[in-house]
């Protein structure tokens, strides 16, 4: 561990698409147990920080560190190696494979069938549900159903940052409940970075947060403090 409890450092991270800059100097620090949210408006450049981190989003300058390790630029399956694992926005899943299949899929590097049936064992405990479709296409599960077999093929990877990328986005209010509260239970289990665009549900499991705003860190403070300032809200996120 990190002398300072650091588990993931980002320091003047800066990416580009073609000739625009949509991280420009972003530098944050994420402690081993923290649930911490990236918030902002569309465009901010939330989904780029995750990608970058994630190795799906070559930075062109500036540092990434996990675990002490650098990074940066590595390709995926090597981040995924060191123990960070990415849910991407809108799912993902792949929708002509069974959720068996999906699940296995997340822990594609495994070789050891004693460690899988494990990783199995421990992502049935958090999403029992999945077990009960092992043998459904992914493309005929409800939206929220997805979700949670996205959450799940995560899991597989057996990671200590998890980062969860609009896990709300296009689900039903009830359904937005139940993934929240299996955000709030693996918290207390794992390092977790949450990309949100609900802001409130968000606020409700983060510890701290980052608000991002044209490509720059613009805030940080602690949720708490965060629930408290609607300025922020109506000036970063268009709440009012």
Known sequence: ???????????????N?????????????VKYGEVIGILGPNGAGKTTLVKAIAGLKECSSGEIKHKDMEITNLRPHQIVETGITLVPERRRVFPDM??????????????????????????FQKLPKLKHRLSQLASTLSGGEQQMLAIGRGLMAKPSLLILDEPSLGLAPIIVNEVFQ?????????????VEQN????????NRVFILNNGQIVHEDTA?????????????????
């Open 224 to 240: 708490k403090n965060i629930l408290e300032r609607e300025d922020l809200f109506k000036l970063y996120v268009g709440l009012t």
């Open 199 to 206: 802001v409130r549900a968000s606020l409700n499991v983060c």
């Open 182 to 194: 299996t955000v709030k239970e693996l918290s207390a289990e794992m390092t977790i970075l949450l």
């Open 17 to 29: 698409y073609g000739k625009i800059e949509v991280l420009q100097g972003v530098s944050l620090a």
């Open 98 to 123: 069974t959720v068996l299949e999906n699940l296995e899929m997340g822990a594609f590097l495994v070789k050891d069938k004693d460690e899988l049936t494990k990783r199995f064992a421990y992502t």
């Open 1 to 15: 561990m990190n002398a300072d409890g650091v588990i993931l450092q980002c320091n003047n991270l800066r990416v």
